[in-house]
């Protein structure tokens, strides 16, 4: 079974700055889907990201991209220019590209908090 | 403007009883997937339906029940089985397999929170 995990609960930056949030995943297949998913204190899941694992180069929304290395298995998000509606839960999540059914993982997330 | 609705936000039940989560979409998508989320932990699957009058049991399904009767519609049962019910329940859609990379990005409702008094 895939799992993702998630190795930093917590992680604070300083308004303007630049954070960098873990994630690394187990799969023994080649072909996928991972996502970066935001849940503010509404706590509506939005989400952020999506890399297809089949791409080399690294997508990039505005403000966030990430770092997708395939071999290590790992895909950090990087939120550049942090604002204060960034302070939220992040959720790493992976699928598998051809899938018949529900598999998508996702990790424990990271509570991030954004200072003024 | 399209979205998932769910009610109640806020439900609270005694022990015994069976609780029906509503989970309503105008996406016309044609996957829906109902998930549980615990404190320090990822969402996990509970259940999922592809189609109308058709669903798969998730990672998590003791306890409950799903129906889907309509494309737009998928309620989640909380039943007296569930031993541990008192969670964030969040309904999500996606467009259906095999209709292209949309079909991996799930939309999310704003959840419903339960607890078991």
């Known amino acids: 079974a895939q799992t993702v995990t998630q190795s930093q609960p917590e992680m604070s930056v300083q308004e303007a700055e630049t954070v960098t949030l873990s994630c690394t995943y187990d799969?023994?297949?080649?072909?996928?889907?991972l996502f970066w998913y935001k849940q503010p204190p509404s706590r509506q899941m939005i989400l952020v990201i999506r890399?297809?694992?089949?791409?080399?180069q690294n997508a990039t929304e505005n403000r966030f991209s990430v770092n997708f290395q395939k071999a290590a298995k790992s895909f950090s998000l990087k939120i550049s220019d942090s604002q204060l509606g960034d302070a939220a839960m992040y959720f790493c999540a992976y699928r598998r590209r051809l899938d018949n059914n529900n598999d998508m993982r996702f990790g424990a997330g990271t509570r991030l908090t954004v200072k003024p | 403007d399209g979205g998932i609705t769910q009610s109640p936000k806020y439900l609270f039940r005694k022990e015994g009883q069976n609780v029906t989560l509503s989970c309503e979409q105008n996406?016309?998508?044609?996957?829906m997937y109902w998930y549980r989320q615990d404190p320090g932990q990822g969402l996990r699957l509970i259940y999922y339906?592809?189609?109308?009058?058709?669903?798969q049991k998730g990672d998590i399904a003791e306890g409950y029940s799903v129906s889907r009767e309509k494309k737009e519609s998928f309620p989640l049962t909380v039943t007296s089985a569930q031993k541990n019910p008192t969670a964030f329940y969040l309904c999500?859609?996606?467009?259906?397999?095999?209709?292209?990379?949309?079909?991996?990005?799930?939309?999310f409702g704003a959840g419903s929170r339960l607890t078991v008094l």
């Open positions: 339906s592809q189609i109308v009058n058709d669903f």
């Open positions: 996406l016309n998508h044609d996957a």
């Open positions: 890399q297809e694992a089949y791409k080399q």
């Open positions: 799969t023994s297949e080649s072909d996928y889907y």
């Open positions: 999500a859609s996606s467009i259906g397999v095999g209709q292209g990379a949309g079909a991996n990005v799930l939309t």
